[in-house]
């Protein structure tokens, strides 16, 4: 790499985006602000953390990771636990830290705080993660839960599987089940078996990572129309499953980190067209734009405004993509 020139310039000129993904993301935010979209996505994000409140208070992991000389803010005053290092850190000094392998914290990127955030777990639930590994979230919801109640962490690769347990068992979790099965087959599998229903769901369907070129600018390559729609057919068959096995009454937040919306804001539009229930209004503290209704030349619910959309150069954070979903009853999930 020439050293007159940038990091991010480099990246540009490695990984451009390809025409039809910038026709996509105009399509979306016009091309003023789809330019400060790419431009922000060839830069890193900052080093986000969650306090695992399971083995240490926020103020007693603050004070030591200060002794590091680090520079910490807490930007959500209702989640003290979230922090930033604004210091610049060596490569991989913030995974290798005794505080990090004894499990005082997790390194987590604060887009991907947000679904459980808003499904907001608490003592006694009884949880679905149905896409779990590598188990931030899982993690994430057990201390919010206080190691009370069950979460069921499910995850069909095996190798996954190993992240998956090492991760809550760094992280002191006790009140997770972890299964290893096709997420479509296991609900499919407690609807016929059980007449067992969950409190929350979380279904945080795998995507095709349009938020998150900031981490990884090779999706940039492997960007395509076909890719998207093919992810979006499996997205679809894993919330539906999911919202049979959920109580009524019951909320499920799905959530991708991508910003196409046939991963998005047109799944939950199936939902809604096929099942009795209601998008919820989310409040979460950061820079949000409203779900879009429509898209190429598809008209979608008025409801679908209540999901919330996170871009990158919104926030300095990855996108994403959050919804809260409410049943209000058993219509359309007869087995």
């Known amino acids: 790499m020439d050293e007159k020139k940038s990091y991010s310039e480099y990246l540009k000129e490695k990984f451009p985006p390809k025409p039809g993904f910038i026709e996509r993301m105009e399509a979306l935010l016009g091309k003023e602000d789809a330019k400060e979209f790419f431009d922000i996505c060839y830069t ?3 080093n986000s953390i969650r306090c695992n409140t399971l083995k240490i ?4 992991l603050k004070n030591r990771l200060e002794t590091y000389g680090w520079k910490l803010k807490q930007p959500f005053k209702d989640f003290p636990e979230i922090m930033i290092i604004e210091s610049s850190l060596k490569p991989g000094e913030l995974g290798k830290t005794r505080e990090h392998l004894l499990g005082y914290y997790y390194v987590q ?16 639930d009884f949880i679905l993660d149905l896409c779990a590994s590598p188990g931030s979230k899982t993690t994430q919801a057990a201390a919010m839960m206080e190691n009370d109640g069950t979460i069921i962490a499910n995850e069909v690769s095996m ?12 992280c002191g979790v006790m009140n997770t089940i972890k299964t290893r099965k096709d997420g479509v087959a296991l609900c499919e599998k407690i609807l016929k078996k059980s007449k067992f229903r969950f409190d929350k769901i979380l279904v945080d369907a795998p995507c095709s990572g349009e938020g998150t070129l900031r981490k990884s600018p090779k999706t940039f390559e492997i960007w395509n129309p076909n890719m998207i729609k093919k992810i979006a057919s499996v997205q679809k068959q894993l919330a539906i499953a999911a919202l049979k096995i959920l109580k009524v009454d019951g909320e499920m937040i799905y959530s991708t980190c991508t910003l196409a919306p ?7 539009n ?3 067209e096929k099942f009795d229930i209601e998008v919820e209004q989310l ?5 949000f734009r409203c779900g879009v209704c429509e898209w190429e030349g598809k008209n979608l619910s008025p409801e679908v405004k209540k999901c919330l959309r996170l871009y990158p150069q919104d926030n300095d954070t990855d996108g994403f993509f959050v919804a809260k979903i409410k049943k209000i009853s058993n219509k359309g999930c007869e087995i």
């Open 283 to 287: 409040n979460l503290p950061l820079k």
């Open 44 to 46: 890193p994000t900052p």
């Open 270 to 272: 199936y939902l809604i």
């Open 262 to 268: 046939e991963e998005d804001e047109m799944i939950v």
């Open 109 to 124: 990127e604060i887009s991907s705080m947000l679904p459980i955030m808003a499904l907001k777990p608490k003592a006694g």
């Open 159 to 170: 190798g996954r599987i190993g992240i998956l347990s090492s991760n809550l068992e760094r």
């Open 57 to 60: 208070s926020v103020v007693e």
